[in-house]
Nanobody, 113 residues
């Protein structure tokens, strides 16, 4: 079983940047990992994923602004978020998926002036 812990959320002004981190309790080498977000009353939606081989997929709404990365030596994944917009306000969850899917507890990101 893998435990995931997010950090780096917070309040930022429109146009600003934040970097989310997700630390795993064990190796992520063979997992596909990703970030999802969810607003109250809404379904959780994909933000970005990266496979064990380094292939990435991004939601259209974040392409060109967000970058997902992973550091297998540190059992960690990251989401660099630039040019943030108010509509990016959500709770962000990291995910590690093999045959079983593991989720972090969520990190609040609020984009507001």
């Amino acid at each position: 079983q893998v435990r995931l812990v997010e950090s780096g959320g917070g309040l930022v002004q429109p146009g600003g940047s934040l970097r989310l981190s997700c630390a795993a309790s064990g190796p992520l080498t063979f997992y596909a990992v990703g970030w999802y977000r969810q607003a109250p009353g809404e379904q959780r939606e994909l933000v970005a994923t990266i496979t064990s081989g380094g292939s990435t997929v991004y939601a259209d709404s974040v392409k060109g602004r967000f970058t997902i990365s992973r550091d297998n030596a540190k059992n960690s994944m990251y989401l660099q978020m630039n040019s943030l917009k108010p509509e990016d306000t959500d709770v962000y969850y990291c995910n590690a998926n093999d045959c079983v899917s593991y989720w972090g507890q969520g990190a609040q990101v609020t984009v507001s002036s």
